[in-house]
């Protein structure tokens, strides 16, 4: 299967350059280039796109403003954000980004960055079809809730709304930005059922929303801390081994 790519760029010579280096992969093609989100738009309405290479200065609508107008459309292309700028990781997370890449990268990372929307493009094919997705979906005809234990009561929470969740002995625990609540689900079947863009596996016992981040902080020995942006601000742990993952999804060296 060709993946269709669509490069947003409001520089020429950067898109050459990324035209020239997505030659080297057999099943992408540039079918699209644009040099300002009106354009992109104009484009991604007229053609069923499988990624976008975005930028993120551009003039008018920048490019986190363009990636939040193009996931409210049905069936997105999934987007990976080209820029030199790593000050804008964390939010590009924030509106879906399968990938962040800084200027200059080289043709492993960029490989790093299409091996996982051939992922995501296989998962959505195994997806079965569904007329439509309702409310409180998360657009792939699934429902968008986790249930969750509190004071005897089953309650259905919204996965925009968890920030991490972890092990505790025997238990696992979901927390929200003042609230901490009991599920039954294990840490694993968490993570099989949450949307694998925005959560993230960071230590045996935790899995994090990328987009609740508020800092990353060394810690010891290639390990990190983060701070997440519950009241409490909690602190949660990164294996060594998910550290060279966390970098390399964010774009960090």
Do not use: W
């Not at 540039?30 to 104009?42: D, S």
């Not at 499988?50 to 987007?79: H, W, Y």
């Not at 005897?152 to 609230?179: M, R, S």
């Not at 694998?196 to 508020?214: G, M, S």
């Amino acid at each position: 299967m060709k993946l269709k790519a669509l490069i947003v760029d409001d520089e020429y010579p950067a898109r050459q350059e990324l035209r020239f280096m997505l030659q080297e992969f057999k099943d992408v093609e540039v079918v699209g280039e644009a040099t300002n989100a009106r354009e992109a738009l104009n484009l991604v309405s007229a053609l069923d796109y499988t990624v976008l290479f975005l930028d993120i200065n551009m003039p008018g609508m920048n490019g986190l403003e363009l990636s939040r107008a193009i996931q409210k459309r049905p069936n997105p292309p999934f987007i990976i954000f080209v820029t030199a700028y790593e000050e804008y990781a964390l939010q590009a997370f924030e509106v879906n980004a399968v990938d962040y890449l800084l200027k200059p990268f080289d043709e492993k990372r960029l490989r790093q960055a299409i091996d996982k929307v051939r992922r995501l493009v296989e998962q959505r094919q195994q997806q079965p079809a569904t007329p439509e997705a309702g409310p409180g979906s998360d657009g792939k005809g699934r429902l968008n809730r986790l249930p969750v234990e509190k004071d005897g009561k089953t309650i259905l929470l919204d996965q925009n709304d968890l920030i991490y969740a972890c092990t505790q002995g025997d238990n696992v625990y979901l927390k929200t930005l003042n609230e901490q609540y009991l599920t039954r689900f294990t840490l694993k079947e968490l993570e099989n059922r949450l949307d694998p863009r925005v959560f993230f596996r960071c230590h045996r016992c935790y899995i994090v929303n990328l987009t609740r981040v508020r800092e990353i902080v060394p810690f010891f020995n290639g390990t990190y801390t983060l701070i997440m942006a519950d009241k409490q601000q909690s602190e949660v742990p990164v294996s060594r081994n998910q550290a060279r993952k966390l970098k390399s999804l964010l774009g960090i060296n």
